[in-house]
């Protein structure tokens, strides 16, 4: 967890720098948290009403989804209001709680002053070198998926050496390594070492694919 | 004494060659996983989590004591000398360690930091020995109001008291508790949220979860920034990490200061140990502005860093006899260890200490061991253990997603928690994108059957009298404590905020 890791101003939709008149959608990318949040409420409740309850007990296996739906539909609402009401990230300043713990709490209970922020800014300087339309670095993030979707895919009918081997290499070149042949050979080698390790030695059923048919 | 024969027997358990062998193990590649940079003692207990399951429950415990150990002592490495905390509990160190470092007293920092842990730990498990049976005889007379109590509090405390926003803190439980809900219902038999699939009937397992949480979303939100922010530098640690006898006397008191704010911490659900850490500094810092102490705040100074890193490891000691003997997990680390109980079907509380008394003693002595064999691997190597920091964070991460995929990919051989993991691993990313605290989840998620189960076997009684659950001594006080911590959180953010605004007014 990056914690002392802060995030320039502005949310995800556009940084504010780039763009003098803020759109509605400005900061507001949070309401996919919303979303996600009235999705699982939307499931959980048609599972309750289309539940097939067995036995009579008297508070019945619909009781407690009742109360988490109620939780998560409040919860969802008011979160959305405040979006709506205050659209800024909150957490664009430097603290330590990085929204994990309530900064404030923490800054009192530490007797935090100005020395200890000072002390998460001057690492590195924080000021980007250039601005991107989004917070989040989708073209990296993409590339993962994609690599993780891929393994998920090729696991079975390639075998774990083969298919942890190309995962290695995908998220190794997503993350900014520009060696190729050197990452296929450290990629082979790791999950080859894992396979004996834990295939062999411990083992777990790790599946071996087609070339463990022709073995 | 009784506890002292019974520790005796577990030791006699623990000390055979190939158990110390898995202490060791378990102690190295806990140290490994905390010392790099963004992995703490959550992560690496979650990572190793499923590498134990082929293990016997024994040996597997005794591995795990230290890996638990072991993330701590790792975990103020990174802090010290990159100034990135391994994990949130590492934090306070970082102030005073990551100035010691700076003024090249990187090697001192890293030793005091080693011993600060392992005094924490040895005072803290010593403790929970002793308290232990006490513990125990306390929770025999909890019923299932009590129970629910319990659980109710431990929600709340994580979820609203501690957390930078109630709302998101709030969130985080309901996502916990509705993924804690897919399976079989365990009282009626009735299947809930399985959308027909056989493969659900046992619910999500908890490995998926915590592994997609804290190891997939981590290295999602990693990719999602490591293109655009700038790469921490690291300070070398020259020379072997030792302390000189004034430097020893200098940091005693505040190990010991730092282990009593730690120790009482431990069993209270309030996430672990990033409370005491920050009162640990703050008293330390309070006590060297009344002694007019040059080196706080310039160059670092040995006993801010000495107070919060006994009181971080003490936390963990005393939340292991919480999580034994009441079955409550109070920080994430433990509840990922309750899991670990789960899956060998055990289950933390009362019971288990008359069930496998020798397990448990056996744990707690190679916690101890784990001690040991810690401060042994971490006094003359801690330069070594900071060449990890090294490894290029491509390859890091990619080690971790692929060890992610293989640790949830052993425990049942099945594709679909595969897609599990890769969906909750786009949460976790989510929820750190948003700041949403993660740790409510991971409660939820093992507490959340729990409190079910308890609330409706507590109205079965009481045939729907919802009068039950404050019917007692202990449920009114538990309810009362969280209620005045409920004001007092509310009054401190409410006071921030009015503080914010006339920051902003008169600029």
């Excluded at chain 2, 909890?142 to 930078?164: C, M, R, T």
């Amino acid at each position: 967890m990056s914690i002392t890791q802060h995030q320039p101003e502005a949310g995800s939709a556009k940084e504010t720098r780039s763009n003098p008149r803020p759109g509605f959608g400005t900061g507001r990318s949070e309401f996919i948290v919303v979303a996600v949040l009235y999705a699982l409420a939307i499931f959980l409740t048609v599972g309750t009403v289309t539940m097939k309850v067995q036995g009579k007990s008297a508070p019945g296996p619909q009781f407690f989804p009742i109360l988490v739906c109620i939780v998560l539909y409040l919860v969802a609402t008011l979160l959305a209001i405040q979006i709506l009401r205050s659209p800024k990230v909150p957490d664009h300043s430097i603290h330590p709680g990085h929204g994990q713990f309530s900064a404030d709490m923490l800054h009192d209970l530490g007797h935090l002053g100005k020395e200890e922020d000072a002390a998460f800014s001057d690492g590195p300087s924080r000021t980007p070198a250039r601005t991107w339309k989004t917070y989040t670095d989708w073209r990296t993030v993409g590339l993962m998926l994609a690599g993780v979707v891929a393994f998920v895919l090729v696991l079975n009918p390639l075998g774990w050496i083969m298919s942890a081997a190309m995962l290695f290499w995908v998220v190794a070149h997503a993350l900014g390594s520009r060696r190729p042949y050197f990452d296929a050979g450290v990629g082979l080698l790791f999950s080859s070492i894992t396979q004996l390790a834990f295939g062999a030695g411990l083992g777990l059923s790790l599946p071996s694919g087609f070339i463990g048919g022709i073995l | 004494m009784e506890q002292l024969e019974l520790l005796m027997g577990g030791f006699a358990n623990a000390l055979t060659p190939i158990n110390l062998l898995w202490v060791l193990i378990g102690a190295v590649l806990g140290t490994a996983v905390g010392v790099l940079p963004g992995l703490g003692s959550a992560m690496a207990v979650a990572l190793l989590l499923p590498v134990t399951f082929s293990l016997e429950p024994t040996a597997a415990f005794i591995m795990f004591a230290g890996i638990y150990f072991g993330g701590l002592f790792g975990d103020s490495t990174s802090g010290i000398l990159l100034n990135t905390p391994g994990n949130s509990s590492a934090m306070a160190s970082t102030f005073e360690g990551h100035r010691m470092a700076k003024s090249g007293q990187a090697a001192k920092a890293l030793a005091t930091c080693a011993i600060g842990a392992f005094i924490g730990g040895l005072i803290a498990t010593t403790l929970v020995v002793f308290f232990a049976p006490t513990l125990v005889k306390m929770a025999t007379v909890f019923g299932p109001a009590e129970y629910f109590a319990l659980a109710v509090f431990a929600f709340l405390a994580i979820s609203a008291v501690v957390s930078e926003s109630v709302i998101r803190g709030i969130a985080a439980l309901g996502i916990g508790l509705a993924l804690a809900l897919v399976g079989i219902d365990g009282p009626s038999g009735t299947s809930r949220f399985t959308l027909g699939m056989p493969q659900l009937f046992d619910g999500i397992s908890v490995i998926v979860i915590t592994v997609g949480l804290l190891a997939l979303g981590e290295v999602f939100h990693i990719a999602s920034r490591i293109h655009r922010d700038p790469a921490a530098t690291q300070i070398e640690a020259k020379g072997r990490a030792r302390l000189n006898l004034a430097d020893f006397r200098k940091a005693l008191p505040a190990w010991l200061r730092g282990t009593a704010f730690g120790a009482p911490f431990g069993l209270i659900p309030a996430g672990g140990a990033e409370v005491p850490t920050f009162l640990a500094y703050g008293t330390e810092k309070q006590l060297a502005k009344r002694r007019n102490d040059p080196e706080f705040g310039t160059t670092g100074s040995i006993r801010g860093l000495a107070a919060p890193e006994a009181a971080a490891n003490a936390t963990a000691g005393t939340a292991m006899g919480a999580l034994l003997a009441l079955g409550l997990p109070t920080s994430a680390t433990a509840a990922i260890m309750l899991a670990a109980f789960q899956q060998y079907g055990m289950q933390p509380g009362p019971l288990l200490f008359e069930r496998s008394g020798d397990l448990v003693w056996a744990l707690l002595a190679s916690l101890f061991i784990g001690l040991v064999i810690l401060v042994m691997i971490n006094m003359p190597f801690a330069s070594v253990w900071a060449k990890l920091l090294s490894i290029p964070k491509h390859y890091l991460y990619a080690g971790i997603t692929v060890f992610s995929m293989l640790g949830v990919y052993a425990v049942s051989s099945a594709i679909l928690d595969l897609w599990l993991l890769i969906a909750i691993g786009l949460i976790g990313f989510m929820m750190r994108r948003y700041n949403i605290p993660l740790a409510p989840v991971l409660i939820a998620v093992i507490l959340g059957p729990m409190a079910e189960t308890e609330l409706r076997r507590a109205l079965a009684v009481s045939e729907g009298d919802l009068g039950i659950l404050v019917g007692s001594p202990i449920t009114v006080t538990l309810y009362a404590v969280l209620a005045a911590a409920l004001v007092l959180s509310a009054i401190q953010h409410l006071r921030h905020r009015r503080a914010n605004r006339q920051a902003v007014l008169v600029p």
